[in-house]
């Protein structure tokens, strides 16, 4: 992937921090939650390196899969899982919603899906040698944690430390998040 030098410059002067504490990720039921995705998403384009996306809420996590979801047809109606997990990742980059625009993404474009942008800043964060990427959700108000932990430069841990199943189409519902709703 060919890096953007002034995009690496300008993430190069943002601090990092250690990040110690509990993050959620939503599943599929029996999937390994420590599993990482080397497809797109919204802060990594395909094939470049394996993330996993966490967010700072158990709320956020369900956001997350129930926006995905409930463009499927059908709709998947089994329970989604949620995890705890416990993360110590020594260097993360954190960006706050008034840094995108300032970093190329417009904000009106921000929810949008594998955003090229956000796509860039993802993979320029990982080729820095960072843990991972603290930035806003775009699916619920709260933070995300993005692991990047079979990077070479990984100097963290992860571990599960519990797991509840969800019906992901009533929380949803609930929270006004799927269509028609």
């Known amino acids: ?3 953007n030098a002034e995009l690496l410059a300008k993430l190069e002067s943002y601090p990092t921090e250690r990040f ?3 993050v959620y990720r939503a599943t599929r039921q029996n999937l390994n939650a420590l599993v ?14 394996n993330v996993l996306y966490t967010s700072m809420h158990w709320e956020g996590s369900l956001a997350e899969i129930s926006f995905h979801w409930s463009r499927f ?11 705890t997990l416990q993360v110590n990742a020594r260097r993360t980059l954190r960006l706050l919603r008034v840094d995108l625009p300032k970093l190329g993404v417009p904000a009106s474009e921000f929810t949008m899906i594998n955003h090229p942008r956000t796509q860039q800043i993802g993979a320029a964060v990982e080729f820095l040698g960072c843990d991972g990427l603290i930035a806003p959700s775009a699916r619920w108000a709260c933070d995300n944690l993005i692991l990047f932990p079979d990077g070479a430069s990984f100097g963290g841990s992860l571990e599960v430390v519990q797991s509840e199943d969800v019906d992901w189409q009533v929380w949803a519902r609930e929270n006004r998040l799927l269509a028609g709703d």
């Open 1 to 3: 992937m060919i890096r």
């Open 20 to 22: 110690e504490g509990v």
């Open 36 to 49: 990482t995705s080397r497809g797109a998403g919204r802060w990594m384009p395909p094939d470049v390196a």
């Open 73 to 83: 047809t059908p709709m998947p109606t089994k329970p989604a899982t949620v995890h």
